[in-house]
C-alpha cells in the first residue's frame, strides 16, 4: 500500500498541509515537526512521488558518469546500459552525461574530476577510478561540498563515497584458479597477466588466485607478468620463456584478446589453459577456437542497471537510509555458453 502525505498526518495528529511543507523541504515548520514527520515517513517507510515532484518544481537532476576508455568493449557496453536505465528515469528528472577519460596514467582521470567538481555543474557523479587509494581525497572533498560520489565497476572503499557496484575481485582471481584447477591436475607453471601497477583491482586479483592454490595446498610455480593495457610488449626474452614454459595463463586486466592473439601466433605445442574475464568479439572467435579455455564475465549491463538505480533513488527519491553496496554476480563462460554473452 503506498503511503501518503495524508496518512503521515493522520499518524501524528497533525494536518496534511504540514506534512505536506516537510516533504517537499517548504518553510514554516517547526525543527520539532519535521523530525517527527520525517521519522514517522521512514518508519512507514513513505516514498515520495518522483513524477509529482519534478512536474511541481521542473527541477532535473544532472548526474555524470567518468568512465575508462579500454578496454572498449566493456566500456562501450556499460555505456549503452547507462544511457539505456537512464531513459526509464527521465520523465522523473533524471539527467545523464557520459564523460570517458583515459585513465592511464591515472592523473588524467583525478584531474579531469577535479576541474569537474570545481566546476559545480552536476548534481552527483558516478565514477570509474582507475586505483583506489590515489581517489580517497577527490571523492571525499567532493563529498564535503555536497555532491554525491559513487563508484562503479573499481571501488575506493577507505572514501566516504555513497555505495559502490560492481564485482568482487577478490573472489574473481579466486574463482580462476578454480577454473584452471579444473581444466587439468597437471599444473605445474602458471602465469598472471595483469598491469603494471598495483592497483586495488590487480592486488585483489592475484591475492585471490594466490590463495586458492595456496589453500589447496598445489605446489607450484606462479610468476607474474605486468604489462601496461594501452601498450602490450611480450617481446623480452624472459617473458617470451615464461609464456613459452607455462601450462595455463590467467588474464587479470582487459587484454585477453590480445593475449589469445599472441598464443595462437605462437602455435604452442602444449594446450594452454587461458583464463580471462569479459566478453568481446575477438574473447569469442578465440573460445570457439579452443585458443581461450574460458572467461569470467563481470556482468556490465547488470552494473550500469544497478547504478543508474541507486542513483535515481538518493539523488532524485532523495532516499538517505543506508546505503549498501551491490556486488555483481560472476559468471562462468565457456564455448558452450557464449553466444548468450555475445553484446558486441
Known amino acids: 500500500m503506498k503511503v501518503t502525505a495524508k496518512m503521515i498526518a493522520k499518524e501524528l495528529g497533525i494536518s496534511t498541509a504540514t506534512v505536506d511543507r516537510v516533504l ?21 517507510g513513505y516514498r515520495p512521488n518522483a513524477a509529482a515532484k519534478y512536474l511541481a518544481t521542473q527541477k532535473s537532476m544532472d548526474v555524470a ?19 539505456s536505465s537512464a531513459r526509464l528515469y527521465e520523465d522523473f528528472g533524471l539527467k545523464v552525461q557520459i564523460f570517458r577519460v583515459d585513465a592511464i596514467p591515472k592523473e588524467n582521470q583525478i584531474n579531469f574530476i577535479k576541474n569537474m567538481l570545481d566546476q559545480n555543474i552536476f548534481d552527483a557523479f558516478v565514477i570509474s577510478p582507475h586505483d583506489a587509494d590515489p581517489y580517497v581525497e577527490i571523492i571525499n572533498e ?29 573472489s574473481a582471481g579466486y574463482l580462476a584458479a578454480e577454473l584452471i584447477q579444473s581444466f587439468t591436475k597437471d599444473l605445474r ?36 607478468i605486468p604489462i601496461m593495457s594501452d601498450n602490450i610488449q611480450l617481446s623480452e626474452e624472459w617473458k617470451s620463456k615464461m609464456l613459452h614454459g607455462c601450462d595455463a595463463i590467467y588474464v587479470a586486466n582487459g587484454v585477453l584478446g590480445e593475449m589469445a592473439d599472441y598464443i595462437d601466433d605462437k602455435n604452442y605445442e602444449n594446450n594452454k589453459i587461458v583464463i580471462g574475464h569479459d566478453m568481446s568479439k575477438k574473447v569469442h572467435h578465440y573460445l570457439q577456437n579452443d585458443v581461450i ?46 553466444k548468450y554473452y555475445i553484446n558486441y
Open 24 to 44: 517537499n523541504n517548504r518553510s514554516g515548520v517547526s525543527e520539532k515537526t519535521i523530525r517527527r514527520v520525517k521519522e514517522k515517513a521512514a518508519e512507514l
Open 65 to 83: 558518469f567518468v568512465l575508462p576508455v579500454i578496454p572498449c568493449y566493456f566500456w562501450d557496453e556499460l555505456e549503452r546500459e547507462i544511457i
Open 142 to 170: 567532493g563529498i564535503r561540498k555536497g555532491i554525491p560520489i559513487f563508484t562503479l565497476n573499481n571501488d575506493v572503499p577507505n572514501s566516504s563515497r555513497i555505495s559502490f557496484v560492481g564485482t568482487d575481485y577478490y
Open 189 to 224: 607453471n602458471v602465469v598472471i597477466i595483469r598491469e603494471d601497477e598495483n592497483t586495488y583491482q590487480m592486488m585483489n586479483k592475484e591475492k585471490g588466485f594466490r590463495d586458492y592454490f595456496a589453500k589447496c595446498k598445489r605446489k607450484m610455480n606462479i610468476q607474474t
Open 293 to 338: 579455455k574460458s572467461v569470467i564475465c563481470q556482468d556490465p549491463s547488470s552494473q550500469a542497471r544497478w547504478t543508474v538505480q541507486k542513483v535515481f533513488e538518493y539523488v532524485v527519491l532523495e532516499d538517505r537510509s543506508e546505503q549498501s553496496d551491490t556486488i555483481i554476480k560472476l559468471e562462468i563462460v565457456t564455448k558452450a555458453n557464449a
